[in-house]
């Protein structure tokens, strides 16, 4: 085997190698998140509502430990936007087991907040 066929059979053994940890870790990772609530609240720097409920979704998410809780800016992040298919804001989304489990739009409060995330983390 002369340097040239070592060589590019070796960048090819490491970009498999590579892939198959990659792949290994993200696994890991989705074994790891299943079962576990994700809230994400979809929201705008343009949008009122959004800003008010910004301290109240950071003063919620403390109170529920075994969920995770993210924030979705709709002009930074259109994928994520569009793959839930989001028209209006704030628009909050419970997933469970890669599921839309709830749903739930407009300005909400701490109370309205915390029991639309109790419903769904059972």
């Excluded at 709709?74 to 419970?94: G, H, Q």
């Amino acid at each position: 085997m002369n340097k040239r066929t070592f060589f590019k059979t070796s960048l090819l053994s490491l970009s498999a190698l590579a892939l198959a940890a990659v792949a290994t870790v993200s696994v890991q990772e989705s074994r790891a998140d299943s079962g576990a609530l994700k809230i994400y609240k979809f929201e705008a720097d343009w949008c009122g509502p959004c800003q008010q409920m910004k301290p109240i979704f950071k003063k919620v998410s403390g109170d529920f430990k075994d969920v995770t809780f993210q924030t979705v800016d709709v002009d930074k992040d259109p994928k994520t936007t569009e793959r839930f298919n989001v028209s209006i804001l704030p628009t909050v989304i419970a997933v469970k087991d890669g599921e839309v489990v709830g749903t739930t739009t407009g300005f909400k409060n701490a109370n309205q907040l915390k029991s639309f995330i109790k419903k769904h983390n059972r």
